[in-house]
């Protein structure tokens, strides 16, 4: 945009960089922060997720969309847009196109770090604009209803005495979400992550499936799926993994920590922007999504899917993530997946 000044039509840009040579025309001045710092989407917004519909982090993806929609959050239509496979790789791919544009946001998930750690991606976090972190998920260790197994010192035992005594099952992938809380607590137990006697899963139907019938002692589970199944008289909770106990059915599981096990970890879900972001366009974000989290629709699914609050914004985000990227790090090497 071209501002009159002193009789001269120069461009917004070239003023601003001669005010900020020289302190004269503060009114100049003012007028250039006007222009560099007001942003707002012109257009639609894409909530990109790397997933099929759905699922877990597509749910995440329409609450939100309803919410900044419905609530006049946003003022643009506001869609979104599934682009699954390649773990987060096609999704990633989406936004490196589209450097600096404050219309795409990512719903990510912990697996973008653990693909990095792992060596399966080039990208991680820190390739991308951290918008916030949204909410963690808490996970757990079940059994089935009549085991013997009734307290995280009971699984230390059988575990110190042989690390093979127990068969333990691992939903969806080697170095996911579950492996890595059953990882985390077993070395809070001092008990070698690499000698364990582990049985792969592809879905978490198949782990309870597995444990109900016998076929396995132990599983992790994420608290909502835990819950259902608990609800249904199938298993029983042993931990969860937050910092404190929750509310409602949480409110009667111990946490680790309460057992002497010394393990806080959630399935984190944060969101990103394309590299490149302006300060403009994340201040625009943190106050949308500042507004979104204090919904009564989004603390009602997040009640829920007994989900943590821990929201986190652009500026406290990259702080949180990096804390994230060094647990999932050292438990990946717990596990013998990755190297120091």
Request: glycine share 10%.
């Amino acid at each position: 945009m071209d501002i009159s000044f002193g009789g001269h039509t120069v461009s917004a840009q070239k003023l601003c960089a001669w005010a900020a040579l020289a302190a004269v025309a503060p009114g100049a001045i003012a007028n250039c922060h006007a222009q560099q710092g007001a942003w707002k989407p012109e257009r639609a917004v894409e909530i990109v997720v790397p997933t099929t519909p759905g699922g877990a982090i597509d749910r995440t993806a329409r609450v939100m969309q309803r919410v900044l929609q419905n609530g006049r959050i946003v003022e643009v239509p506001v869609v979104v847009l599934n682009k699954p496979g390649g773990g987060q790789t096609i999704a990633m791919n989406h936004l490196d196109q589209r450097a600096g544009d404050g219309h795409e946001l990512l719903v990510s998930t912990m697996s973008l770090m653990t693909n990095h750690i792992l060596g399966r991606s080039k990208v991680n976090y820190t390739d991308y604009t951290p918008l916030a972190v949204l909410f963690g998920e808490s996970m757990t260790l079940v059994v089935r209803p009549d085991s013997p197994i009734k307290a995280g010192r009971d699984i230390q035992e059988r575990l110190k005495s042989d690390p093979r005594s127990m068969s333990i099952a691992i939903g969806i992938a080697v170095g996911g979400t579950n492996h890595l809380a059953l990882a985390l607590v077993i070395k809070s137990m001092g008990i070698e992550v690499k000698k364990l006697k582990t049985v792969v899963f592809q879905s978490n139907g198949e782990t309870m499936t597995a444990l109900m019938g016998g076929h396995v002692d132990l599983a992790p589970l994420s608290a909502a799926s835990a819950l259902e199944a608990v609800k249904q008289g199938k298993l029983r909770i042993v931990g969860v993994s937050s910092e404190r106990r929750g509310d409602g059915p949480l409110a009667a599981i111990p946490t680790w920590k309460e057992q002497g096990f010394d393990v806080v970890f959630t399935n984190t879900r944060f969101l990103l922007g394309p590299k490149g972001l302006s300060a403009a366009q994340t201040a625009y974000w943190d106050a949308a999504f500042g507004r979104m989290i204090q919904s009564e629709e989004w603390k009602s699914e997040a009640q829920k899917d007994s989900l943590e609050m821990d929201y986190h914004s652009s500026r406290q985000s990259p702080q949180r993530l990096a804390l994230m990227y060094k647990q999932l790090k050292d438990a990946l090497i717990d596990a013998g997946l990755a190297k120091e």
